[in-house]
């Protein structure tokens, strides 16, 4: 088939190279130029393992070429949407999508199958089918097809959870689901569920909330176990002994592009909303200032003024062994801190610009707070790093240092024992 991918990110660029080796021939748009060059060249702007070797292998097969020509999309007989729905002032900001749509308008042909694989608002692909069916005066169900087939991979695995994970497929009318499945089903070798639009934008919103919503406990528990003298991770542990409790790993907090925004996505178009999934929100949104407040304590344990201090933080990626900060966490710790202190140094050895030798930058700090679980942080030797330190103050946000390392003022989050 002759198939478009329309925003090549995270999402479009990996599922443009599956549909492409899988045999079809793809044509990949995206409004940025730089983009659009680099992937033609055989490059990628996305780290995520065996890209470019996949790129490579269908540029030179010419079953893949990038374009911001929306003329290049004639002829196309599906269109695979998958652009940023990102928020704005706390509102979902859907124009990337609608603009998306606005360019499929412009070259839709009869018989063609539309597929939204952005994350979206519950009743969004319904709108989007009304407005396409506006501005081509053509028929949903009877002229062209749309449905709902949400992303659900997560980053660092994307070839394979884009083959082996189960996928939701919604379609507008019953013929746009059975067109979808039977594109999809050229590289995926899960199960494919079949149900409506709004029931497919639903289940995958429920996912991440359902994830966003027991991390939030698991921070609350945390915090409760400062006040009780208790060290969470055990007390996790042993719940967890128990058949039916998966209490999830409490921490700095919850980034990412998807966990910190699906949930308002699952309540925009609500009526009425109940509370516990915006309190949920609101607690993960809170731990980077408990953090902050631990740093501080500590700081005035060790007689060290906040407006002297040098603080390290380990770790910019939103979470261990990836490069991507987006709604990171440690950036909003920074934000935090940044006035409160002298200055603030950062090494992450995924994130571009901090090349420096971990010694460089520790050496005359006042603390050190580990905000991402990077493998590269479980190991480190505690005694070599006091050793350059001025003040030897260790914030765990991640709960990697599970023994405190003598000679360290050590706090922790959920580390009421200490
Ligand atoms: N985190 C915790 N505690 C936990 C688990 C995660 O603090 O117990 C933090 C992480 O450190 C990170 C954030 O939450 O900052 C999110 O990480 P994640 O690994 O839970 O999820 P993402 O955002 O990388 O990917 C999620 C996945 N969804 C689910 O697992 C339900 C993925 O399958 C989705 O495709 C992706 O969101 C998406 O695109 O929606």
């Not at 519950?122 to 028929?139: I, Q, S, V």
């Not at 933080?313 to 990836?322: D, E, P, Q, R, S």
């Not at 995924?350 to 700090?365: N, P, Q, R």
């Not at 405190?404 to 024992?417: L, V, Y």
Request: proline share 5%; net charge negative; charged share 25%.
């Amino acid at each position: 088939m002759r198939i478009a991918v329309l925003g090549l990110g995270y999402i479009g660029l990996p599922t443009a190279i599956m549909f492409a080796s899988s045999g079809h021939d793809v044509i990949g748009y995206d409004i940025k130029p730089e983009v659009v060059d680099k992937i033609n060249a055989g490059t990628s702007h996305i780290i995520e393992p065996e890209i470019e070797e996949r790129l490579r292998s269908v540029l030179a097969k010419g079953k893949l070429r990038a374009t911001t020509r929306v003329e290049d999309l004639r002829g196309s007989e599906a269109f695979i949407i998958c652009v940023q729905t990102p928020l704005k002032d706390g509102k979902p900001d859907l124009s990337y999508l609608e603009r998306a749509i606005r360019t499929v308008a412009e070259v839709l042909e009869e018989g063609a199958l539309v597929i939204i694989e952005s994350t979206v608002p519950p009743g969004t692909t319904e709108k989007m089918a009304r407005l396409l069916e506006n501005l081509t005066n053509l028929k949903e169900g009877k002229d062209f097809y749309v449905a709902h087939a949400p992303e659900r991979v997560m980053p660092g695995r994307i070839f394979k959870e884009l083959v082996y994970n189960s996928r939701i497929i919604g379609g507008v009318s019953e013929k746009a689901s059975k067109l979808a499945e039977n594109l999809y089903r050229s590289f995926v070798k899960g199960e494919i569920f079949i149900t409506t639009a709004t029931t497919a934008e639903m289940v995958k919103l429920m996912e991440n909330t359902f994830r966003d919503v027991n991390i939030a406990l698991a921070n609350e528990f945390a915090l409760l176990a400062h006040q009780y003298g208790v060290n969470v991770f055990e007390a996790i542990e042993l719940a967890n002994t128990h058949p039916r409790v998966n209490i999830h790993v409490p921490g700095i907090g919850v980034g990412g592009h998807c966990l910190p925004k699906d949930p308002y996505l699952l309540l925009a178009n609500a009526k009425e909303e109940f509370g516990l999934i915006r309190m949920a929100r609101r607690i993960n949104e809170s731990m980077p200032k408990f953090v902050a407040d631990l740093l501080l304590e500590a700081l005035n344990e060790a007689n060290v003024e906040p407006s002297s201090a040098i603080i390290v933080v380990l770790g910019l990626a939103y979470k261990g062994g990836t490069d991507d900060v987006r709604n990171s966490p440690a950036l909003k710790f920074i934000e935090i801190i940044r006035n409160l202190v002298s200055e603030v140094r950062t090494y992450d050895p995924y994130v571009d610009g901090t090349h420096k030798s971990l010694e460089e930058v520790v050496k005359g700090a006042d603390a050190i707070v580990i905000a991402t679980d990077h493998p590269e942080f479980k190991n480190l030797n505690w005694d070599e790093i006091k050793k350059f330190l001025r003040t030897p103050i260790l914030i765990d946000g991640r709960n990697i240092v599970r023994k405190p390392p003598s000679g360290f003022i050590f706090k922790g989050i959920g580390r009421g024992d200490i």
